[in-house]
DNA sequence: CATACGATGAGCCGCATGGGTGATGTGCTG
DNA sequence: CAGCACATCACCCATGCGGCTCATCGTATG
């Protein structure tokens, strides 16, 4: 079973490197290809590749634009192919958005032909696969942004709520109904409220809304930044 | 330069294997070797190597307890070595503890030997690499986390939110209900359901807790005063 | 051993909230 | 002037949510 592959990138010469690099492989098939992100997703919806290979600057309509279109398709389009950015630069902007939008891979073009081929082997199977430098990025965000959640603020640590209580206001304050949040712990939807009954009485609050608000005002949460 | 390498692991065979694969490499030499994360932080403190290949599973004390210790090392500790970590199961908690204590890699032990050995390098020049699936997963854990709407303006203004819409969602996102939002805009509280359920139906929000989360997180309103 | 606290969950009750439909007035724009 | 977006408000309805009470169980803590 090969793998089919499509190469949407505006700079033809490019799209042939890759693509006789490619076809080279036994496993791979270049099915298509697209100098824009508007034919891109229109090549995709016609020949179905496995991948995308998805360059992020594009005129008409770039990549990452392309690339939520693929992955996020409208009624009627079942076909949701794995997307691989590739971009000259490594601009962490373009890196987050893309994994936002549900990107398998993102790689710059300056990495050796083996590791393209490689990736390509990887996103195939489901799997994913960035670019070292992206994942150094990816793993420093990852860190920073929760280094533990941050049971502190000073609000917060005088507000004498349990860990579980706590747990259950994080839960509040990422947009989790008490169904969801019973799911999540695996409770009883009635537990949930006892618990969330006990955080609004003890921080004072009326409701679930103000619970978000101590949440993000607590550093319980933070902004994504 | 060469890379200077320790090797962290209970069993023996691993450690002679992995040694002899990387000792084979004339950039790479092997400084050290330990059987637990004891003795692995003071071979590395004693040989200073610049990457530490550190099982997650050992006796005495772990890999993930023995990388917090090297990455976030005692006063008057200056080396800093950066951590690959290996495991045989990609058990998610091992990653996410890894990735906060700072490691610069997770493979697994069934990686190709061409993979451990350019995994080392990346290490050392300073970026970082995960296995595929480990990285599959931190996307999706990095996309669930923070998927649709984001970053102030631009989700905020193509949210297509009428002027007056924006002002009650700023006023539920200061916790008001809806009868003191129609008190403090002078409006009938109907009026006031009204203009929410636009907003929640613009914004793909199921409620008022959500809204307030949207607020934040599209900078409409900011935790701190 | 007695006590206290935390976690779990049941039952009941009332209201704020959210969804849907429709109507009116106003101001801008083609 | 006709059309449209926006703001305003009414009525109906189902239910998610929060308040209140009470009970069980395990684990510290004295």
Do not use: C, W
């Not at 790689?107 to 994942?135: F, H, N, Q, Y």
């Not at 000073?154 to 004498?160: D, F, K, T, V």
């Not at 206001?169 to 109904?177: M, N």
């Amino acid at each position: 079973m090969t793998i089919k592959v499509i190469i949407v990138d505006d700079q033809a010469m490019v799209r042939a490197g890759f693509a006789a690099l490619l076809a080279a492989q036994s496993d791979i098939d270049v099915v298509g290809e697209a100098p824009d992100g508007r034919e891109g997703v229109e090549v995709s919806r016609r020949s179905h590749p496995d991948v995308v290979l998805m360059d992020v600057r594009m005129p008409e309509m770039d990549g990452l634009e392309a690339a939520r279109q693929l992955l996020d398709p409208p009624r009627g389009v079942t076909h949701r192919p794995k997307v691989l950015m590739l971009t000259t630069f490594d601009v962490d902007d373009y890196v987050y958005e893309a994994l936002r939008a549900g990107a398998s891979g993102f790689l710059l073009k300056d990495a050796p032909p083996a590791d393209l081929i490689s990736a390509v082997r990887v996103v195939a199977a489901g799997e994913a696969l960035l670019a070292p430098s992206v994942t150094r990025r990816l793993i420093a965000d990852f860190a920073r942004q929760r280094p533990a959640p941050r049971r502190d603020g000073p609000a917060l640590r005088r507000s004498g709520l349990t860990p579980r209580e706590t747990e259950v206001l994080e839960l509040i304050a990422r947009g989790l109904s008490n169904q969801e949040i019973a799911e999540s712990l695996v409770l009883a939807e009635q537990t949930v409220k006892t618990h969330i009954g006990r955080v609004l009485a003890k921080l004072g609050l009326r409701d679930r809304a103000q619970a978000v608000i101590f949440a993000y005002e607590s550093g319980l949460v933070t902004p994504g930044q």
